[in-house]
């Protein structure tokens, strides 16, 4: 059973509530979908994943979000979103239990999925503190954790190029009609338009958004990308993981490009979703 459910005002402050047979409630996997933070890509690429999960006993909540592009988008409105959505499990649903989440997220939602692990270090008036849920374990899945070194290297400058196709094995193909308003935003990179500044003049909007430099939660967080990721570097995650030490696991997928780590049908999924159930109350 899937039900499409709002979770504010906005039409993409949405979600995909799947529900596996029997009365519940059940664990719950939140799923945020990437695309460089921007509008030319939704929720719907993350659907095998949440196809899967489902069969397997969880109750998905596949959410979308402003996004470059959309108005309210990028510093704050993103990270609002993305929290209020996390937020909504509270009492979503009788069906879901808000004391058993885990989030998987990837690309841009890798981050965004290594923000939500953070959010209980936020200082009060950052978007996103005082969380109502916060998650037994957090999955990144070709990520840019470190935001900082994501901006020094101006990730998503090629987007900048409207006639620049798609990366090969996306999924889904993104929305033409914003392909010209987008790719004036990228100018100095998509970390730069997310947050509204590079990280020398915004040095406090990378303090609360980027995980890299919050503290460790005690969330425990699987980083994994594929060698063969041509899209976001592997290097931004084993970086990562080196100087985060203890709530952080790395995992390298040979060969596997952008797009793999998100096909449950690959060697990403049979270390990713064992994973999750270890994380959950026995």
Do not use: C
Not at 63 to 69: K, N, T
Request: net charge negative.
């Amino acid at each position: 059973m899937t039900k499409t459910i709002s979770y504010g005002p906005s039409p993409s402050q949405v979600g995909d509530l799947y529900l596996p047979e029997g009365d519940g409630p059940f664990p719950v996997v939140l799923l945020l979908h990437g695309g460089y933070w921007t509008a030319l890509f939704d929720r719907y690429q993350m659907v095998p994943l949440a196809e899967d999960l489902v069969t397997h006993g969880y109750a998905v909540w596949n959410v979308e979000y402003r996004r470059l592009g959309e108005d309210g988008a990028g510093w704050r409105g993103t990270f609002l979103d993305v929290a209020a959505a996390v937020d909504a499990l509270a009492d979503l649903s009788p069906a879901v239990d808000p004391s058993r989440v885990l989030v998987v997220g990837h690309s841009a939602g890798g981050h965004l999925a290594g923000w939500v692990a953070h959010r209980s270090l936020l200082p009060s008036d950052a978007p996103g503190a005082n969380p109502r849920v916060i998650p037994l374990g957090a999955v990144s899945l070709a990520g840019i954790l470190d935001l900082a070194a994501g901006d020094a290297d101006r990730a998503g400058h090629d987007l900048t190029d409207p006639n620049t196709p798609p990366p090969a094995g996306a999924p889904v193909e993104p929305r033409a009609d914003l392909i010209p308003a987008v790719s004036k935003l990228l100018g100095e990179g998509a970390i730069n338009a997310l947050l509204g500044g590079h990280s020398d003049s915004v040095p406090d909007r990378y303090a609360v958004t980027s995980p890299a430099e919050l503290d460790d939660s005690g969330v425990p967080l699987l980083v994994i990308h594929g060698t063969a990721d041509d899209v976001v570097p592997p290097r931004y995650s084993r970086d990562y993981v080196a100087a985060k030490g203890a709530d952080a696991k790395y995992v390298e997928i040979p060969g596997a490009n952008h797009f793999d780590v998100i096909n449950p049908a690959t060697e990403t999924w049979k270390i990713a979703r064992p994973w999750l159930a270890d994380r959950l109350p026995h």
